[in-house]
């Protein structure tokens, strides 16, 4: 009995999603601009508890914001009116949108 408990009170360390596991990292970025064109690039991400820092490399040029994350949603200031707003993806990726609603980015982690 008191195995069978040990083995359910584990169970769920496994079955977490890959986002449980941090985000810091490098991803691949591909995303739509307010226009409708294409980008993609890479970014680089710094999580410290609930605070993050980001930074885009997107056609050579590089964009940084900062954020939080609460619960499954990141936003991100970056210089802009409007954030950058993320969903953790149960996979690890980030689905964001910014220029308000107008764009897309999606980050997707490479490891």
Same mark, same amino acid.
């Not at 359910?8 to 810091?24: I, Q």
């Not at 802009?80 to 982690?109: C, K």
């Given at each position: 009995?008191?195995?069978?408990?040990?083995? @359910?009170?584990?169970?769920?360390?496994?079955? @977490?999603?890959?986002?449980?596991?941090?985000?810091?990292?490098?991803?691949?970025?591909?995303?739509?601009?307010?226009?409708?064109?294409?980008?993609?690039?890479?970014?680089? @991400?710094?999580?410290?508890?609930?605070?993050?820092? @980001?930074?885009?490399?997107?056609?050579?040029?590089?964009?940084?914001?900062?954020?939080?994350?609460?619960?499954?949603?990141?936003?991100?200031?970056?210089?802009?009116?409007?954030?950058?707003?993320?969903?953790?993806?149960?996979?690890?990726?980030?689905?964001?949108?910014?220029?308000?609603?107008?764009?897309?980015?999606?980050?997707?982690?490479?490891?």
């Amino acid at each position: 009995m008191r195995h069978a408990l040990i083995t @359910l009170a584990a169970l769920p360390l496994f079955a @977490l999603p890959a986002f449980a596991e941090g985000l810091t990292g490098s991803y691949t970025v591909e995303g739509k601009n307010p226009d409708g064109s294409s980008y993609s690039g890479t970014a680089e @991400l710094v999580e410290n508890g609930t605070a993050v820092s @980001l930074t885009w490399t997107v056609a050579g040029s590089s964009f940084a914001g900062a954020g939080i994350v609460d619960g499954k949603l990141i936003t991100v200031q970056w210089g802009d009116p409007n954030p950058v707003y993320y969903v953790i993806t149960p996979s690890g990726a980030l689905h964001g949108t910014w220029a308000d609603g107008t764009a897309l980015d999606r980050l997707t982690p490479m490891r």
